[in-house]
C-alpha cells in the first residue's frame, strides 16, 4: 500500500519536483538570505561556542557543591544561581549543554553513515539489499517513540558506564537514539533516490556507459546531499529533547554529571522556592530546539528549486 | 479490499515475532548474572540452580525465546525480579488501564483542539487568527513535557497564593489528579495534529477542483465542507500513528513525574531496580499494542480513501 505521507510544516517530505541539485556552497549562500535562519545560526553557534569552550573560561565546578549557597538566586559569585545541592547553575549548564551537543553529533554522524547510506544503497541497487533495509526499518520502525532507545539503555546502561565509564555512557546514549532516527532517514533517502533512478538525466549518464560507482558519486550523491543536510538539521532538535528525556528518566548522562533534563527535573520539588533553577536550563533547551529548527527550514527553502 | 486486509493480517504475525525478539534478544544479552543480583548475599549453589530453572535460565537461547512466545501466546510474561516473582502480567494489568485511559482521553482531546485550529489556521490564512495559532504550535512544538510541567506547576502555585485553591501537585485516585497530566500529555500531539490539519487543508484549497466548485458558484460553506474538509480529511487521519508514538514517549516523563501508576511509572520503577523481565513485558505489550493501533488506522485509511484500496 502507498500512502503520500503528510505535509507537516517542519519536515516536509519531497516531492519529485522538489529535488534540488544544490551544490552545498550555493545552499549555505542561499540560506543566509533569510534573516530568520542567519539569527537562528548566529544564536545557534553562540551555543555552540558556550559548550566548548564556556568550561575552560568558566572555571566554577559543575560537581562541587557550595554549602554556603544552597538553592541561591543569580548572584554575582554565582551568576545563574545554585541547585538544591549549591552546584553552580552556569557550570552544570554549560557542561549539560556540551553533552546535549556531542551527542547529538554522534547521532546525526550515525544517521549519515548508517541511515542515508544505507537507504541510498537500498534505493539505488533495489533486490535484497532493499528488502533487507526496509525489513530492518519497519521493525525498528513497530517500536513507538523512545520505546526500544530506553529498552537498550535501561539494559546495558549500568554495566557499559562500569567498563568504559561516562564517555561510554554517552555513545550508548547516542547509539540507542540513533536506532530511533535512523530508519527515518534510510526511509527518506531511499524515496527520493528511488524517485531519481527514474529522471531522465539517470538514464542519459547509464546509457552513456557510467559505471555504479560514478552514478552515485556524480548523479547520485549531489541530489540527495541537500535533503539529507535538512533532515540532520531537523534532527538535531529531537535529539536534544530525547536526550534530556533518558536522562531524566535516570538513563542518561549519570549523575553528578549534568544533563539538561534531569536538571530540570531535579529542580521541579524546589520550584516555589527558586524558579530560576527550571528556568535557566530549559531556556537553553528550547533555545537549542527553536534554533535548529529555524535553520533546517530555512536549509530546506534555500536548497528548494521553486523557492529560488 | 478484502485482499488488502488479509495481506495486513498476513504481515501481522511477522511483525509481532521481530518486536518480541528484538525485545527478548536485548534482555537476553544483558550482561551480568540476574540471578546472583537477586540473591544478594546469599551463595547457596542449590537455590542458585532452583532460581535459573524457575526463571527459565538454564534453557538455551533458542528455547527460552520458544517459552517466552508460548508464555506471550497465554498471556504469560514471566515473574519478576524484585516484586517478590509476581507475575509480570499482573503487575501490567496494574497499570495498563490507568495508562490507557490516560492516553486516550489525550487523544481524544488533542484531536478534538487540534483539527479545528488547524482548520481555522487555514482557512483565515494571512490573519490574525492563523499567526496566533501558528505561534502557538511553535510553542507547543519547542516545550517538551518535562518542561511545561515545571511551567504548569508554577503557574499551579501562583494561582494556589492569589486564591487559596489548587490542583494537586501529583498523585492519582481522584478526578482532580486527571488535569495536568492530560494537559500535558496531549499538549505535543495537539500541536502536532493542528500544524498537519493546516498544511493539508492549505494543500486542498490550491487545488484546482476548488477554484472549479467556486467558479461555477457552489455557496462557500458547501465547497468547504464537501470539497475540502472531505479531501482534507485523509492525510489528517495518518497522525493518529505518530501522535500515539508521542503518548507512549509522554506517558513515561508524565507517569513518573506525577507518580502516576500506570505501565510508563512501571517501566521507569523496574529499570532503576534492574527488573528485566518488567522492562521487557512493559516494552513488548506497548509495541505491540501500537502495531494493533497503527493496523487499525491503515484499514480506517483504505476504507475512506479508495485510491488506496485501488493502489493496495
Known sequence: MSRTPPNTGIVRLHTPSDIAPAAPIGLFRRLLRSRLSVISLLVFALIVLLAAFGPVVYTQSATRPDYAAINAIPSAEHILGTDNLGRDTLARLLSGLRVSLIVALYVETLNILLGATLGLLAGY???????LVTRVADILFAFPGLLLAILVTAIFGSSVTEQFGGIGRLMLVAGSLSLVSWPLMA??????VLVLREQEFVTAARSLGATHQRMILRHIIPNVGGIIIVASTLDVASVVVNEAVLSLLGLGIQPPDPSIGKMITDAIPYLETNAWQVFFPSAALMLIVLTVSFLGDGLREASDPQAR | MLRLILRRFISLPFVILSVTFLTFIVSYLAPGDPILALMGNQRDPEIYARLRTLYGLDLPWYQQYGEYLGGLLQGDLGLSFRFAQRPVIELIQGGLPVSFGLGLTALSLSVLIGIPLGL???????????????????????????????????INYQVYLATGWSLPAAGWGRPEHWVMPVVVLSAASLGYIARVTRSSVREVLEQDFIRTARAKGLPERRVRWTHMFRNAALPILTVIGPAIAFLVTGAFVVESLFSIPGIGFLSVQAIQQRDYPVIQGTTVILALSVVLMNLVTDLLYSVVDPRVRLEG
Open chain 2, 120 to 154: 481555522v489556521a487555514a482557512l483565515y490564512h494571512n490573519t490574525p487568527a492563523e499567526r496566533l495559532i501558528m505561534a502557538l504550535i511553535l510553542a507547543l512544538y519547542a516545550i517538551p513535557s518535562f518542561v511545561l510541567i515545571p511551567i504548569l506547576q508554577w
Open chain 1, 125 to 131: 541497487y533495489g533486490g535484497i539489499l532493499d528488502v
Open chain 1, 187 to 192: 526511509r527518506l533517502v531511499r524515496s527520493q
